[in-house]
Each structure stands twice: as structure tokens, then as C-alpha cells.
């Protein structure tokens, strides 16, 4: 029954719409209407700014990691509900009850999972998203290629639930982000302030103008 509960729980707590609610609370804005309409982090930080989008992505983190740790917080001592309970955080995220079944891309959940399950991969996981964004600087190809790597390296902990739980979250990714892969094979594809990327695409349309 507590098991049952938990999974719920998850769900509800995944489901809840942080870029949203923040947005509209603390700023008086809908994402959903300004940028890329996505209600995930990089929207919010696009929308309502760093303070605004620093708190989405520490919620939406913490939602991951609270509903993948109901399982513990209710007695349970198998370690491997964490990750299992915490898919249910990942469902609510994308398909949240509070917004008509509709959701983000569920990157920062995901991590959270991460962070409840195994807090040194998480450290890792988050340096490698990082190192991305400062290389591309896109937070879809960060996202999608360091979830690409994050599977491959969870190879080295010989833990088949948590690889078989990272390839199912990379199969969300890689369909979440279909748009973002239009928009990159076009080059127009959104960026962030910063980064190797941005400088050489800078560059390429000043040379273009020279041109």
C-alpha cells in the first residue's frame, strides 16, 4: 500500500508545473506564451531570467529527487525504488496533471532521480551537462549527448537497473527534443549567452556580412 502511495506521491510531485507557477506568482508571466513555450528550465531562465530560471531548475531538480526518495522516507529499504518510484516523478513532469497532461522535456527531474539514487554520478552527470553547454552552447545537445554519455558511463557501475533506467530516460530525451533537432539541422537553434558554440556561430555571420 505504501508502495502504491509512493509511486502516486511521485507523480503528483513530478507533476508540478515549477516554470509555470513560478512564472506566474513571482512574475506575473506565462511561459508557455514567450520563447519556446516549454515549461522546463531553459524557457524559464529565457523568460523570466537567472534568479527566476535558477529556481525552476532547483525545483524541478528537487522533484526528482523527493519522489524518487519517497520510498525511503517510507521504510523501504531496497535501494533500487528510488529509481523505479522516481520514473513516476519523470511521468508527472512530462505529462502533468495540473496543466492538461502536458509538460517539459524532464532533464532536471531526471537528475534529481540521479542525485536521490547515486549522488557521485550526479556530480559527474552535472559536469559533463555543463562541460556541453560551455562547448555548444545548446542545452539540447547538452542534454541529448550528455544522457548519450551518463548511459554509457553507468556501464562502469555494473548496476543493470540503473543503465536499463538511463537508456529508458534517453529514449524521453531524444523524442522530447525532436523540435530542438529540427532547428539544429537548420541553424537556428536556440543558445545560451555563452560559450564556444555561440562565438563561432558570431563569428560565421560576421563573416558572412563581410562576404
Not at 100 to 129: D, E, Q, R, W
Not at 190 to 203: E, H, I, Q, S, W
Request: aromatic share 10%; hydrophobic share 50%; with cysteine.
Amino acid at each position: 500500500m505504501l508502495l502504491a502511495l509512493s509511486v502516486i506521491l511521485s507523480y503528483l510531485i513530478g507533476s508540478i508545473p515549477s516554470g509555470v507557477w513560478i512564472g506566474q506568482l513571482l512574475y506575473r508571466k506565462d511561459i508557455r506564451t514567450a520563447g519556446s513555450h516549454n515549461i522546463g528550465t531553459t524557457n524559464a531562465y529565457r523568460v523570466l531570467g537567472p534568479l527566476g530560471g535558477t529556481i525552476v531548475l532547483v525545483m524541478d531538480i528537487l522533484k526528482g529527487t523527493l519522489g524518487a526518495s519517497l520510498p525511503v522516507i517510507f521504510g523501504y529499504q531496497q535501494h533500487y525504488l528510488i529509481l523505479l518510484v522516481g520514473l513516476a516523478a519523470v511521468c508527472g513532469h512530462t505529462f502533468s496533471i495540473f496543466i492538461h497532461f502536458k509538460g517539459g522535456k524532464a532533464v532536471a527531474t531526471s537528475a534529481g532521480i540521479l542525485l536521490a539514487y547515486n549522488p557521485p554520478f550526479f556530480v559527474i552527470a552535472f559536469a559533463i551537462f555543463l562541460s556541453l553547454v560551455a562547448l555548444t552552447s545548446m542545452v539540447s545537445v547538452a542534454s541529448t549527448l550528455g544522457m548519450t554519455i551518463i548511459t554509457l558511463l553507468s556501464l562502469v557501475y555494473h548496476d543493470w537497473l540503473l543503465t536499463t533506467v538511463a537508456a529508458c530516460l534517453w529514449v524521453v530525451f531524444m523524442v522530447r527534443h525532436r523540435e530542438n533537432f529540427k532547428r539544429i539541422r537548420e541553424g537556428d537553434e536556440n543558445m545560451v549567452p555563452f560559450g564556444l558554440g555561440l562565438y563561432l556561430r558570431k563569428r560565421k555571420q560576421s563573416k558572412n556580412k563581410k562576404d
